[in-house]
């Protein structure tokens, strides 16, 4: 199996652009997808194909690939976008891995 | 709309067997896999495997193998976990989640189901 590797944490303040990155060698063959958990609750797709939006998402989320690291952006945040975001990607054998988990913290 | 309606937060014992329901509905439930993801108390996301709601045919992680079981009943849309000889380690919140089409991710979420392992 492989890793996704995300950055523990990452803060931004109201209004200001969060990035989010996720790297992996699989990257630049899989696709990643990234979803948002807050407290005490299950966890949301936020984007999937690297860079669609289910919908119901608000527009502000946006993701986009480079190699082996994708990057999910979040412009304008909010406070109600603090919450743990995980990268997800699956391996051609269709094992499913994570990355660690970032916890995003709007200062 | 798709909902994931899972069995509420169990207490065991060492060594007990537990098996946690997943209900499916709003959609056709053989036309979607289902997977299943453990959390353990603040921890990440950690895949358990999926099973194909067409066939019933199970695949499990590495590190799934064993103690875990994934079933299903069809005829009333419902995926089922079960962990046999439970240990304090399997304490953890325990999520079904529909697989979104032909690629792995996840598009719809149970609410989770906390299983707690102590004497």
């Known amino acids: 199996s492989y890793e996704l590797t995300q950055p523990p944490s990452v803060s931004v303040s109201p209004g200001q652009t969060a990035r989010i990155t996720c790297s992996g060698d699989a990257l630049s063959k899989q696709y990643a997808y990234w979803y948002q958990q807050k407290p005490g609750q299950a966890p949301v797709l936020m984007i999937y194909?690297?860079?669609e939006r289910p919908s119901g998402i608000p527009e502000r989320f946006s993701g986009s690939s480079s190699g082996t690291t994708v990057t999910l952006t979040i412009s304008g945040v909010q406070a109600e976008d603090e919450a743990d975001y995980y990268c997800q990607s699956a391996d051609s054998s269709g094992s499913v891995v994570f990355g660690g988990g970032t916890k995003l913290t709007v200062l | 709309q798709v909902h994931l309606v899972q069995s509420g937060s169990d207490l065991k014992k060492p060594g007990a067997s537990v098996k946690v329901s997943c209900k499916a509905s709003g959609y056709i439930f053989t036309h979607y896999a289902m997977v299943w993801v453990r959390q353990a108390p603040g921890q990440g996301l950690e895949w358990m495997g999926w099973?194909?709601?067409?066939?019933?045919?199970?695949t499990y992680a590495q590190g799934f193998t064993g103690r875990f079981v994934f079933s299903l009943d069809t005829s009333v849309s419902t995926a089922y976990l079960q962990i046999s000889s439970l240990k304090a380690e399997d304490t953890a919140v325990f999520y079904c989640?529909?697989?979104?089409?032909?690629?792995?991710?996840?598009?719809?979420w149970g609410q989770g189901t906390l299983v707690t392992v102590s004497s």
């Open positions: 194909k690297d860079s």
């Open positions: 099973i194909n709601t067409n066939t019933g045919n199970p």
């Open positions: 989640a529909r697989v979104g089409g032909y690629e792995m991710f996840f598009d719809s």
